[in-house]
């Protein structure tokens, strides 16, 4: 009879140390059947509190591109640039059309461009003649034996020719101090009135007041 309650409580004892070993080993157990859930190879995202992504995770940030490629706003307040034509920044001289060959007072080159900043593509020797072909507002225009088109200073020839006469204005006209358009007006003349030409200009008469101002009109002011 007392071997037999030995042997049961020894039964018992072992019992207990199994249940024991058991409760020990399950969360081990447990977590390491966790961890094999997953593959070697995953990569598992940290998550805030929530359960949601970190707001500074990739994942956050919505991309209009699926691709893969990084996606950049557009620059605001950018517009894009117009280059100026070359040939809108070259502007054509004005030209009041002329006829004459005047005779060169002096020495003086002949500009391919009404300023004298432009190309010399020519000289002008003292005592020949040049044909005039135009006026601009500060330079003559010249044709040059060459075929050439350039660019005097009226002070280089003898712009007048001296002549003497007087006559009858058949329409009324302003007296510029030179002799073409771009003139400033100094008096004024009326039809029928006498005037006394003392020179003739290109496409203008220089004439000679009572006061003794002088100035050129158009001879469209005798006609």
């Given at each position: 009879?007392v071997?037999r ?19 020990f ?18 990569i ?9 992504a ?7 940030v ?5 691709s ?10 950018l ?43 020519e000289?002008?020797?003292s ?16 044709k040059?034996?060459?075929?050439q088109?350039?660019y ?24 510029l ?30 004439i ?7 100035g050129?009109i ?6």
């Open positions: 009879m071997h309650d030995f042997r049961s409580a020894r039964i018992a004892a072992l019992g207990a140390v199994v249940v024991v070993t058991l409760a080993s399950a969360p081990s157990f447990a977590a390491g059947a966790a961890e094999e859930d997953v593959p070697s190879t995953s598992v995202p940290a998550e805030g509190p929530s359960g949601a970190p707001v500074n995770s990739p994942s956050s919505t991309s209009p591109s699926t893969g490629k990084t996606w950049m706003p557009p620059p605001k307040g517009k894009p640039v117009h280059h100026a034509s070359s040939r809108n920044s070259v502007r054509e001289p004005e030209i009041e059309p002329a006829q004459a060959r005047l005779k060169v007072l002096t020495d003086s080159p002949v500009y391919s461009a009404p300023a004298k900043s432009s190309k010399h593509i000289q002008l020797t005592g020949k003649f040049v044909e005039v072909t135009g006026s601009t507002h500060y330079y003559l225009q010249v040059l034996k060459s075929g088109t350039g005097i200073d009226p002070a280089a020839v003898e712009l007048a020719k001296p002549t003497d006469k007087v006559f009858v204005l058949t329409h009324d006209a302003s007296v101090d030179k002799p073409n358009r771009w003139g400033k007006k100094v008096a004024e003349v009326h039809q029928s009135h006498n005037v006394h030409i003392v020179g003739l200009a290109l496409n203008y008469m220089k000679r007041m009572k006061n003794g101002l002088e050129y158009p001879t469209t002011a005798l006609e």
